[in-house]
């Protein structure tokens, strides 16, 4: 009961530092002195935050972090939209984003180093295949638009559907995948999709 009371009494005066004895940390554009800046957005998460909770599209994060290109999805400057394939999409694929769209040929042997880094730039290039280097993207346009993958290109076509319902929910992407969520973040936009985007 006396350790108690001796620490109601004790507390206020460890808690009340004199601004000397304060330390001010430092943002990582702000140098030695500066006062700490803290990033402000519009308040919405960013996509990396958005990728983090999506549990439906967790196999497509775990493949996006293994690669530098991931950093766009904290970047409050970079405005991208994602084309974010479910888990059960990515498992649905007949060859995984690290194995590559083509097998390697009988009697290659790679070691382990260059196996590594196959299946590296084939992460590297799946995950830019999904990502259109601008958002917002106007669904209703009937043109392509280029991704981060050079040379492969995605289109949304119009089918028919509820028209009170959001317009993603009655576009599909390159003919056949369906889009099934939408998710607005503070630099870009997630498209959630049931299937995933097809390159050679």
């Known amino acids: 009961m006396r350790l108690h009371l001796l620490s109601l009494l004790v507390l206020p005066f460890l808690a009340s530092a004199s601004t000397d004895e304060q330390m001010v940390l430092p943002a990582s554009q702000a140098g030695p002195g500066e006062p700490f800046v803290p990033v ?21 994060y775990s493949y996006a972090r293994e690669i530098e290109l991931s950093q766009l999805f904290s970047d409050p400057n970079a405005r991208s939209t994602v084309l974010v394939p479910t888990n059960k999409a990515v498992v649905a694929l007949p060859r995984k984003p690290h194995e590559g769209p083509k097998p390697i040929d009988d009697g290659v042997i790679l070691t382990e180093a260059e196996f590594d ?7 590297e290039r799946w995950v830019s295949a999904h990502i259109i280097p601008k958002s917002p993207i106007s669904l209703t346009s009937d043109g392509e638009f280029e991704t981060l993958l050079d040379g492969k290109n995605v289109t949304f076509k119009h089918i ?28 870009g936009v997630l498209y959630i999709l049931d299937g995933t985007v097809t390159f050679e």
């Open 40 to 60: 402000i957005n519009s308040g919405k998460p960013s996509l990396a935050d958005l990728l983090t909770i999506e549990s439906s599209a967790s196999i497509f």
């Open 117 to 123: 880094n196959m299946s590296k730039k084939n992460v």
């Open 160 to 187: 028919d559907g509820d028209s009170t319902a959001p317009e993603w929910t009655r576009v599909v992407l390159d003919g056949s995948v369906r889009l099934t969520g939408k998710k607005e973040a503070s630099n």
